[in-house]
């Protein structure tokens, strides 16, 4: 009987212990217990939120490959595929700032061209505790430092993503990382190994002990031990995932491959074993022919090692002299170390003795499944309400908040200077965003767009999420996260077309977080649905939480669309004085969970804005059109901060250029400072800011009239200032220069460094 | 044996780094550490059994690779 | 028609970049000539490329110089032939010696990617015989190491040989601390050999010649090489 405190460090249960019984029919031995742990570990089986998952909608005729292989593909016309995901690297971020982010990198672009996709952009989504808080700044360049010094050293640019900043996240920061590639439809591959007596090769980096037990880690929550976990993180060699990524897309294109799949979460052990599981077949592999590069490897260490930078093939018969070759052009050596078996076992052999047997099922189809018990949270009712009435009334509820309604004008420029809405500059400059040639428009606009050479297409990308909505109501948030992500897709002019997932939440053995996991996810698919972007993969990071405290649910979705044309791209700035400012979309004053309510007041609460997603749908598709028939300037959509923010941002970048708008005003408390605040900073959804040339206004709104979309002028470019008049009142009147220079100091202000 | 190879920027060489890194350390009390340069170490493991012939070795190796000599210098020991 | 060979070092990235400048947007043909190479397979003008050649361990370019193509870069060179070292490029010519100085970190310790202005200080070179003297071009940089260096008596000989050939400034063309990205010396962004040949800068020209990229500014250095090969001669113009 196995002693229960390796069970316990192996963190699997006693009843998970029993089902390996009943599987083997014996007693496992440490290494199989070793594989079992990692196998189904939270991370790697997805035991707690699959049933959830399976929810989701995943079909479509646009997709050529959903949920279950490396990475989803979507058909983009001209025989050619969008391969895309999106993945966490979560907790080892927090460990090692540099290296956690950096491996995340390299894990997610080998998950795209394993598929046999060149990758061609990234984006990624940060979040962290508040800049004021002592540790966040060097957490927040420890984790660029790490992106860019992986991305921009493989050459593949990062073109955008989203930042923010929340207290929920101070000791749990999330890393979501979005890897774009694309390949011809037909030449996809899949990780599947197949034929008995196939070969299986093994390519890359060699086999040290790092990262072992990472899998497990990323299952488990922080506590005062976890600085011990240091040794568990892994250190990135871009340089040699290029060349991996070079050969491999070299090797692909002689088709001698059966399947191909990249060592990433539980390395040698996951890999073999996934292969065989899809291909119905066994892999056999002899550890010791496994290049290593530290002395006395134990085959548990072996199979465990998560040492980046390492692929895993099975070759056709006949063609492993060719294979070889080619990866010995670029310095890398193949190493023959196993064979496809009809056994459906994966058998691990050291020197020809058997240490290892399992049958692959057992690790994979039937890894546990948990239907974990639900219950909505304590919190919930009361942190709902949010009592506009007393915001202006003398007495805020929160130490920090103001105790009367702020000038809208300092409002807006405090909002514009807060971290999370603030210019990301001092961030994507340190990314190479133009590498390939292929980027469209700068980092900061919403949507990363890059064109496809040898055709007259390009993908706008986005990913997008917001933590505080979930917490005050999952399902509603959740919602949001999947329309801002496309909604910014269209913004760009692109038909958003896919979508992938990542799911950062606590820990699931408690009631009240599993409860917002499964109302995260019928949002997501509800979203989904009905907006047409189908989820082709994703990833799940649970127990994301510190001393028993978690983040606030977080969804983060990454959605790719398509221009038909590439000069079609719209971008966010207005661009001439005397355009026509046009608000597509109503405002109703929605305050719930807003930018504004946290900045001003410190406060998260109340409910996050309602959403019709038929109205939604409509906006986008407009927005595509106007975009396809250049009907239009500019558009950027409300989000943070609500409608001044998002007018002020049209401003940015223009060289000072002003604009004058006119909104009408909207009750929802007694109060005129409040009801003018909810009309500013309210952040109703589906609302997009365009910009167009007077000619063109006619035809916009004839439009989006028969697209069903409210549409109005509400103003128009020019003058040095942001004015902003609500029911009929002035209420801001700031100089651009001011703004902008409140915003794009945001976040270089906690950097600001003197170098002689 | 081992050679230890150490290379440093030369003296009129701006090091950006070791000033960061002394004014880092003046921000956690540690004035009487005046400044600070960074430089580079590698440990050569040579197939020779004379410290003669290592040091010639890793000198050649120094010159040749580790250490550019528009910008840095570097020193040698052996054991 | 010029054929442009771009050199391919393990870890190089902008080689795609510089053959799509050469091939689509410029119309002449292009080569790739991989770095254990030993001919340059008839190149009339030879490009470094950007990108991390050996992922920039050890130094930027430190051991891309002993690749056994630039044995034949050398000797391609060293008959006059054109050479244009971008970023990593310029780097690697650094370090083998064919342009003199070398590179350190960014002042702010940072990569910075982003537009800088450069001015044309020679136009007697095969790479800006099309450009003006004093002309200011809008190219991107890419970089974490092009803060240039070399000795007092070095950049006083450079400047008086009239080698160096960009320098960063501000839109208007003027020198500005602040137009400076890395703190390189002297402003330098640019240089080129004794032989005025070998042409080696930070920024990247091949990312700048389409508008739809943001800037089409880069375009004339590689039309000008065009024009020098095709011409025969070079032509300087004030």
């Known amino acids: 009987m196995m002693d229960p405190q390796v069970l316990e460090r192996h963190g699997l249960k006693p009843d998970e212990y029993e089902r390996i019984l009943r599987f083997l029919g014996r007693e496992p031995n440490l290494t199989e217990l070793g594989i079992f742990s990692v196998m189904w570990s939270e991370h790697c089986s997805y035991k707690s939120s699959r049933v959830h998952l399976k929810t989701l909608p995943t079909d479509g005729p646009q997709v050529l490959q959903g949920p279950g292989e490396n990475a989803g593909a979507i058909d983009i016309g001209e025989g050619l595929a969008a391969v895309f995901k999106i993945e966490s690297h979560n907790h080892p971020s927090f460990i090692e700032p540099y290296q956690g982010a950096a491996t995340g990198v390299g894990g997610i672009i080998r998950d795209i061209f394993t598929m046999g996709a060149r990758p061609i952009a990234l984006l990624n989504s940060l979040r962290f505790g508040s800049l004021d808080a002592p540790g966040t700044s060097r957490l927040l360049e420890g984790v660029v430092a790490g992106i860019a010094g992986y991305g921009n050293s493989i050459g593949i640019p990062t073109v955008g993503g989203e930042i923010a900043f929340e207290p929920s996240y101070a000791g749990n920061p999330l890393v979501n990382v979005f890897c774009l590639g694309i390949a011809k439809a037909s030449d996809i591959i899949k990780g599947v190994a197949s034929g008995v007596g196939n070969a299986v090769y093994y390519v890359g980096a060699k086999t040290g002990r790092d990262g072992i037990h990472g899998a497990t880690m990323a299952s488990a929550e922080f506590d005062d031990k976890s600085a011990e976990k240091r040794p568990a993180v892994q250190v990135g060699d871009p340089f040699m995932e290029k060349l991996l990524l070079e050969a491999c897309l070299e090797v692909m294109r002689t088709d001698a491959l059966v399947g191909i799949q990249d060592m990433g979460a539980a390395g040698l052990t996951c890999s073999t074993t996934e292969m065989g599981s899809r291909g119905g077949a066994g892999v056999e592999i002899d550890v010791s022919l496994v290049p290593q590069r530290e002395s006395g490897m134990t085959p548990y260490e072996i199979m465990l090692s998560e040492s980046q930078e390492r692929m895993l093939l099975v070759v056709k018969r006949g063609r492993e002299a060719e294979v070889e070759r080619i990866f010995g052009k670029w310095d890398l050596h193949a190493s023959h170390i196993g064979e496809v078996t009809d056994d459906g076992f994966l058998r691990v052999k050291n020197r020809g003795t058997v240490v290892a047997e399992i049958p692959n099922r057992a690790l994979t189809d039937e890894a546990p499944v948990y239907r974990r018990p639900m219950e909505p949270p304590d919190y919930l009712a009361e942190v709902q309400r949010l009592d506009l009435e007393s915001l202006d009334a003398g007495a805020s509820t929160a130490p920090g908040g103001a105790s009367i309604a702020p000038s809208s004008n300092a409002a807006l420029l405090s909002l514009l200077a807060s971290p999370t809405i603030g210019s990301k500059r001092w961030v994507y400059r340190q990314y190479d965003h133009m590498v390939r040639t292929n980027t469209l428009n700068t980092p900061g606009q919403g949507a990363g767009v890059v064109r496809i050479k040898g055709t007259d297409r390009a993908l706008a990308l986005s990913v997008d999420g917001n933590g505080r909505y979930c917490y005050l109501d999952p399902y509603r948030g959740a919602i949001l996260a999947v329309a801002e992500a496309a909604r910014n897709v269209a913004c760009a002019g692109a038909r958003p077309l896919g979508a992938t997932n990542c799911l950062n939440f606590g820990n699931p053995e408690r009631p009240a977080i599993m409860w917002q996991f499964a109302r995260a996810v019928e949002g997501i698919g509800a979203a989904c649905r009905a907006l047409d972007v189908p989820i082709t993969g994703g990833n799940v990071s649970l127990y994301n939480e510190t001393d028993g405290r978690a983040i606030y649910p977080t969804p983060v979705i990454g959605i790719v669309g398509l221009l038909e044309h590439a000069d079609r791209v719209v971008s966010r700035a207005f661009r001439k004085t005397g355009d026509a400012v046009i608000l597509l979309g109503e405002g109703r004053g929605e305050l719930g969970g807003s930018e504004y309510v946290k900045v001003v007041y410190d406060l998260v609460r109340g409910v996050p804005p309602a959403i019709d997603l ?104 020019g003058g040095t200032a942001i004015r902003i008049a609500v029911g009929g009142t002035d209420a801001i009147d700031v100089p651009v220069d001011e703004c902008e220079r409140a915003w794009s100091t945001a976040i270089e202000r906690y950097f600001a460094q003197k170098v002689a | 044996m081992r050679a230890r190879v150490f290379v440093t920027l030369k003296p009129s060489v701006f090091d950006p780094q070791g000033k960061t890194i002394a004014d880092a350390l003046h921000a956690l009390g540690y004035g009487k550490v005046e400044d600070v340069r960074q430089g580079k170490y590698f440990e050569l493991d040579l197939a020779t059994t004379e410290a003669v012939q290592a040091r010639a070795l890793a000198s050649e190796v120094a010159d040749k690779l580790l250490a550019n000599p528009v910008i840095e210098s570097y020193r040698i020991e052996v054991d | 028609m010029a054929t442009f060979g771009v050199i391919v070092f393990p870890g190089s990235n902008c080689d795609h970049d510089a053959y799509h400048a050469a091939k689509d947007v410029l119309g002449q043909e292009a080569e790739y000539i991989w770095h254990k190479d030993t001919d340059l397979k008839g190149a009339d003008v030879v490009i470094l490329p950007g990108g991390f050649a050996h992922g920039d361990y050890l130094r930027c370019g430190a051991m ?61 070179t095969p790479f800006t015989l099309a450009c003006a003297r004093g002309q200011v071009l809008r190219i991107p940089i890419a970089h974490g190491e092009g803060n240039y260096f070399a000795d007092p008596d070095v950049i006083a000989r450079l400047e008086a040989n009239r080698q160096v050939i960009f320098r960063y400034t501000n839109a208007a063309g003027e020198l500005d601390a602040a137009a400076n990205p890395n703190g390189s010396a ?53």
């Not at chain 3, 910075?112 to 044309?120: D, F, G, L, T």
């Open chain 3, 64 to 124: 891309a110089r002993f690749s056994p193509i630039m044995r034949e870069v050398a000797a391609f060179a060293a008959r006059g032939g054109p050479v244009l070292g971008i970023c990593n490029g310029f780097q690697v010519l650094l370090e083998a010696g064919l342009l003199p100085g070398a590179m350190l970190r960014n002042r702010s310790l940072k990569f910075q990617c982003e537009h800088v202005h450069v001015r044309v200080e020679q136009t007697d």
């Open chain 1, 614 to 717: 038929a109205a939604e749908r409509a906006l986008q598709l407009l927005l595509v059109a106007l975009a396809d028939a250049r009907l239009i300037r500019s558009a950027h959509d409300c989000s943070d901060g609500g409608l001044a923010v998002t007018v002020a941002e049209c401003c940015f970048d223009t060289g000072g250029v002003g604009v004058e708008v006119s909104i009408g005003g909207v009750e929802v408390s007694r109060r005129a400072a409040v009801n003018c605040a909810a009309a500013l900073f309210g952040e109703s959804s589906s609302r997009v800011v365009i910009s167009a040339a007077p000619e063109s206004v006619r035809v916009v709104l004839a439009r989006a009239a028969s697209a069903g979309v409210p549409a109005a002028v509400v103003g128009r470019v």
């Open chain 3, 186 to 238: 002297s402003a330098i962004a640019g240089l080129c050999n004794d032989a005025r040949n070998v042409v080696g800068l930070m920024p990247h020209p091949e990312r700048a010649c389409e508008s739809a990229l943001g800037s089409a500014d880069g375009l004339v250095i590689f039309e000008s090489v065009v024009q020098s090969l095709t011409s025969g001669a070079l032509v300087a113009r004030a």
